[in-house]
């Protein structure tokens, strides 16, 4: 055999080029295990503070670098070592490429991509001059695999057979079992009716987004002390998710397999809503009407603090053997990978969502809808803003179309919107489903809200239509220029004003950077003040104002002196008179019920004075007509 080297400047170069390869890994890994929030800003990502993204990326630099050195050192002693070496330039060259296509960051990586690129092509180009010719890739392919045609041939020859074989197999078993109770897509059983598949038809949510079915269904039993007191009999109801007959989960969270059985939340989650003309009636659940009573942060909380618990690995396993059949192999899964894995998750998502402990409690029906997307999504510091809203109704989206909505009117595509408030609960460019993401969209377009239910009077109708034509129509009527716009200032409308300045000149920027199909958000603009939006089936849409601030619609005529201080949200009993839901009294079951107090910041019921010199006739009037929208 020829000897090793063959030109020795090369040789020395690459040495070299080792050596200046471990000091930049060194200096990027060494900030990044002990100031990795700072580093991230400047690469422009997100603030990882709880999770050690950064922290694991400089340990494997240094992993990379120890694995550097014996080339560096003794280059062309190992020529098969020094080649790995330039392989693995070759392999961060790929990742760096994937995470420029798949990530919002882009930028934060094309140095990276670059600067492994050239140790790539200059290590190679050095190591390939260097070495002698039976040293080099297509020789040493060559003769590797000659000899694993040869090892092959003796393990599966002699003694040795029976063993490889019985390797092979116990692999095999283990990689499809694997495969079959973690990564295996199974497909999902259509809905003919539109309205069902909104309900419970998956969008694509990312895996830290789904939970396990069957972790999910025995919760409550798992965490009895973490449930509203009152009401842990009633399981999910007392977070105020609707059951329909026939339906085992809730109107929205969709089942979804991959690999185990698991539930993720849908647009219906949000978008359901209920109504009853007195506490004796059964509820009419209403698709595409604002969730009053869904009280989405404290089931957020209850997951995290139910999984924070000591023992909640032992008490849901237990809890799924009482109720499930598993298989043994099923339940080595669920021991060892399933169960743990979904209390990492949950504990990680508790400690990304801490900010919402230091913001006034949000409240059935309510979410902030941006202060996620700011910091969980993009990684924003926490700015103290306050961005909690009322969930709005999304029916009748097609008049809607390109109207400037969301609250503050920040937005004037429907499918962007969609897709952002997807992102939100946690969709991925790689994980959504746009085909059945498609279905809901265009249902909501011709989707249209219900009508009044109750008797209507035709000569207060009549009188109250003139006063709308005369002091509401022209900003929230259908066809009218300012309708879907935001025409006022803020200091003129006077509501409060914390939700549109938690949307900031930073995150639309963001938003204008991500462009990862089919999630493309050009669409955003910041604004300084509130949409006007238009007003069908407001009926069905108390309480008023963005923050949900004003329980009815007679209290919105007030002056703002003059409407409740406090009052509780979460009764589905309609009030027919003043047009809202029956908020002066907590009720029976008062672990429902939300104080909500309008003192605490970003609960203002301020502003929007119009219609409150009426007089008390003419504001009856005008609420008899709009109950008709």
Known sequence: METVIQHPLPIRWYRILIGIGVVINMTFAIPALLFPNELNTLLGLPLQAFYPWLENTGMLLIGISLFYLPSGFWAARYPLYDWLCVLSRLIAVLFWLYLINSSPYPDAFTPLLYSDLFMFVALGLLLYLGVSPAYRPQAMLQRGLCAAL??????????????????????????FEAWYNLLRVVPQPGFSSDEEHFKYAP???????????????????????????????????????????????????????????????????????????????????????????????????????????????????????AQYDLGPIESLFYRFLIVPMTRTSLIKQGKEYGWQKIRPEQGPGRTDTFNPTKMVIFGFPDDSTIGTVDLPQIWNQQPRESMYLHWDGNN?????????????????????????????????????????????????QARGQVIWQGQCASCHEFGKVNTGQVTTSLSELGTDPYRVNSFTVGLVQRFHQFKTPPFDFGAYRKTYSYSNTPTDGIWLRAPYLHNGSVPSLWDLLQKPEQRPVTFYRGNDVIDTRKVGYVSDQPGTDSDHYFLFDTRLPGNSNAGHLYGTDLSDSEKWDLIEYMKSL
């Open 412 to 460: 004037n595509d429907i499918r962007e919107r969609n897709y952002a408030a997807a992102m939100a609960v946690g969709a991925t460019p790689n994980s959504v489903l746009p085909d059945e993401f498609k279905r809901v969209t265009d249902w909501l377009l011709t989707h249209k809200p219900p009508s009044w239910p109750y008797a209507l009077d035709n000569e207060q």
């Open 150 to 175: 040869a090892g092959l041939r003796c393990l599966f020859s002699g003694r040795c057979r029976k063993y490889s074989i019985i390797t092979l197999l116990v692999v095999g078993f283990v990689g």
């Open 203 to 321: 969008i694509g949510l990312g895996m830290e987004a789904r939970i396990p079915l069957y972790i999910f269904s025995v919760l409550p039993k798992v965490c009895p002390q973490q449930m509203p007191t009152a009401s842990a009999a009633e399981g999910w109801k007392a977070f105020g998710f609707i059951f329909e007959p026939g339906h085992s989960l809730p109107v929205g969270l969709a089942q979804r397999q991959i690999g185990y059985p698991s539930v993720e939340p849908n647009c219906a989650l949000c978008h359901t809503g209920r109504y009853r003309q007195s506490s004796d009636e059964v509820a009419t659940a209403v698709p595409t009407a604002p969730a009053t009573f869904l009280n989405l942060e404290r089931f957020q909380w209850f997951l995290y603090d139910c999984a924070a618990s000591s023992d909640f690995v032992s008490n849901t396993l237990q809890q799924i053997n």
